[in-house]
């Protein structure tokens, strides 16, 4: 079961299993960070979605897998890290792209006066750019704040899970 509704597992892991949908969604989208040179987010994509995958799949009993929720959650810590660096990055590179056509596309090095041939040049140039970069730093902005959720709620699951190992009856409404 993907999301939340497994009686047999404490809330907090089915709270976890479900964040992790969406935060496994964003990260397969942000892979494809590796084909526009976005590859600080397509790294952050890979640690989410491996993160987000051991938390779908590897927790199914109670009681069982507080390890490989830890894991997940510290992926997708380092996978939110990765994601908002590349967001940053991504505004970094716009703005120096900005500036550097101010100077390529001043044909005549007069920066007082823009012609219509040199506004032409900097519409074109930084139009191209902001339709790669804007979508990738928007992308990397929402798959951060997902994977961050995720990280909390896995490590939320794990203190879960840890609590079962020590009184699994009593969390089980069985008597003692």
């Known amino acids: 079961m993907c999301c939340g509704n497994n009686p047999d597992l404490a809330p907090a892991v089915n709270t976890a299993k479900c964040w992790a949908v969406p935060s496994m969604?964003?990260?397969i989208l942000a892979?494809?960070?590796?084909?526009?040179?976005?590859?600080?987010?397509g790294i952050g994509g890979i640690l989410g979605l491996v993160g987000s995958s051991i938390i779908i799949c590897c927790v199914s009993k109670p009681g069982e897998?507080?390890?490989?929720?830890?894991?997940a959650a510290i992926l997708q810590?380092?996978?939110?890290?990765?994601?908002?660096?590349?967001?940053?990055i991504g505004l970094i590179v716009y703005f120096g792209v900005v500036d550097t056509t101010k100077v390529t596309c001043n044909s005549d090095s007069d920066a007082s006066v823009t012609t219509a041939a040199e506004q032409a040049c900097f519409d074109l140039v930084l139009g191209i750019t902001g339709i790669f970069?804007?979508?990738?730093?928007?992308?990397?902005?929402?798959?951060?704040?997902?994977m961050l959720i995720a990280g909390v709620m896995s490590w939320k699951a794990r203190s879960a899970l840890n609590s079962?190992?020590?009184a699994p009856a009593q969390v089980a409404g069985v008597p003692v």
């Not at 810590?77 to 940053?88: E, H, K, R, S």
């Not at 970069?133 to 992308?139: H, T």
């Open 25 to 27: 969604i964003f990260a």
């Open 31 to 41: 892979c494809i960070g590796f084909i526009g040179g976005a590859w600080v987010q």
């Open 65 to 71: 897998g507080a390890g490989s929720v830890m894991a």
């Open 77 to 88: 810590f380092l996978g939110a890290l990765a994601m908002v660096a590349g967001a940053v």
């Open 133 to 146: 970069i804007f979508p990738s730093v928007g992308l990397g902005v929402i798959a951060g704040i997902l």
């Open 164 to 166: 079962l190992k020590t």
